[in-house]
């Protein structure tokens, strides 16, 4: 399957500490995309690559929050000094047209 | 902003049709719908662009109404395999290149009953 993965699944931590997210696009893809789902609500955007390029980050997006996306390939997402309101499923997408985003199943993220 | 979907939730018998509606007090270029299934991620079902354009699959129809911002997806004969959370995302009109990140709408909570 060569869908979009991201690694890991889940995430236990404690308030404070740093995690990294990490999401593999499909191949030919350019475009990369990031959202945070909580419950009962759809997906919210947090950020966008064309290729390396950071090109749009949500004003919502807090400062410890930072994502890279080098060589145009995988991405991360860091959360700095977690909150417990970080607690949410963190959605990767990607697509290589404006249709049709692709999304990976998701890390879930707990802080504690 | 986000989008307004209406109705929250609807629970329909097996062969029934649905309409999932959304709104948007923003300019749109385009509206995005995607299925979710419990536990699953989000599955593109149609785009509608300004001006007319739709790309989606076959058993999914949509409208989309650029003077009123507001989009409607229809699903007729409704099978078991279409229960699940509706999201309509839009794209907020602009000038220019790129692509936004979409703004997705709360959901509609779609249960079909045998």
């Known amino acids: 399957d060569t869908g979009v993965s991201q690694n890991p699944r889940h995430k236990i931590t404690k308030r404070g500490q740093n995690v990294t997210f990490r999401c593999d696009p499909i191949s030919e893809h350019n475009r990369l995309y990031w959202y945070r789902q909580t419950l009962g609500q759809g997906p919210e955007f947090l950020t966008y690559?064309?290729?390396?390029?950071?090109?749009?980050k949500s004003r919502l997006l807090s400062d410890r929050f930072s994502a890279e996306r080098p060589k145009g390939s995988f991405s991360t997402l860091e959360i700095q000094r977690t909150e417990q309101g970080d607690s949410a499923m963190y959605l990767c997408?990607?697509?290589?047209?404006?249709?049709?985003?692709?999304f990976g199943p998701g890390t879930r993220l707990t802080v504690l | 902003q986000q989008p307004v979907q209406s109705p929250q939730a609807v629970i329909l018998r097996e062969g029934e049709d649905a309409v999932i509606n959304c709104s948007s007090s923003k300019a749109l270029y385009s509206v995005h719908w995607y299925r979710q299934k419990h536990g699953e991620a989000p599955v593109f079902l149609m785009i509608?662009?300004?001006?007319?354009e739709q790309k989606g699959h076959d058993k999914i129809s949509a409208s989309f109404n650029e003077k009123k911002q507001q989009s409607s997806l229809y699903l007729t004969a409704s099978q078991l395999s279409y229960s699940g959370t509706y999201f309509c995302g839009t794209e907020r009109g602009y000038s220019g290149g790129g692509a936004d990140g979409l703004t997705f709408g709360k959901g509609t909570h779609l249960i079909i009953q045998p």
């Open positions: 690559f064309q290729n390396e390029a950071q090109l749009e």
């Open positions: 509608l662009l300004k001006g007319g």
């Open positions: 997408a990607s697509s290589s047209t404006r249709i049709e985003q692709f």
